[in-house]
Nanobody, 121 residues
């Protein structure tokens, strides 16, 4: 069974840092684009950052210069280093990946269950 499992969320004071990880497991041939999204209460889910298999990155304007996305293809893991956190970064953070899965397809979209990030002022 294919899974994306996030870890690293928690409670931090404004100005602090957290590092999120998301590991993919199961019958995966390869992983294409990976990304992090977030959803705050009462708001729509939004893209935070994405990274291609070759390492090209894209960031939401609100996190540029503070967050860094990276991946380890051998470990099938994507990371999100979050620095200078602000209360408005508080949300559930979701991992997303486009996966090539045996017997299913070459670009199947998968989501993790999410991890809570809370930034206190």
């Amino acid at each position: 069974q294919v899974q994306l499992v996030e870890s690293g969320g928690g409670l931090v004071q404004a100005g602090g840092s957290l590092r999120l990880s998301c590991a993919a497991s199961g019958s995966i041939v390869s992983i294409n684009d990976m990304g992090w999204y977030r959803q705050a209460p009462g708001k729509q889910r939004e893209l935070v950052a994405s990274i291609t298999r070759s390492g090209s990155t894209n960031y939401a304007d609100s996190v540029k210069g503070r967050f860094t996305i990276s991946r380890d293809n051998a470990k099938r893991t994507v990371y999100l280093q979050m620095n200078s956190l602000k209360p408005e970064d508080t949300a559930v953070y979701y991992c997303n990946a486009a996966l090539a899965i045996y017997g299913v397809g070459n670009n199947v979209n998968y989501w993790g269950r999410g991890t809570q990030v809370t930034v206190s002022s």
